[in-house]
């Protein structure tokens, strides 16, 4: 979540990996778009760790 729109960005990463579509995330509450948005960086986080052990292999 480099670079643009904080939102966006998780929209377009909600919608390809999670599939959930914009009008879902938009509906829901601010406590479930948190959620989302803090189990997506866990993700992010977990994937980025992942690739980092795979290089150093």
Aim: glycine content about 4%; aromatic content about 8%.
């Amino acid at each position: 979540m480099e670079e643009g729109d904080g939102e966006a960005n998780y929209a377009y990463y909600a919608l390809h990996e999670l599939h959930i579509l914009p009008h879902q995330l938009i509906a829901m509450s601010r406590y479930e778009r948190a959620a989302i948005y803090a189990m997506i960086d866990v993700r992010i986080k977990t994937e980025k760790q992942h690739q980092k052990k795979m290089k150093t292999r």
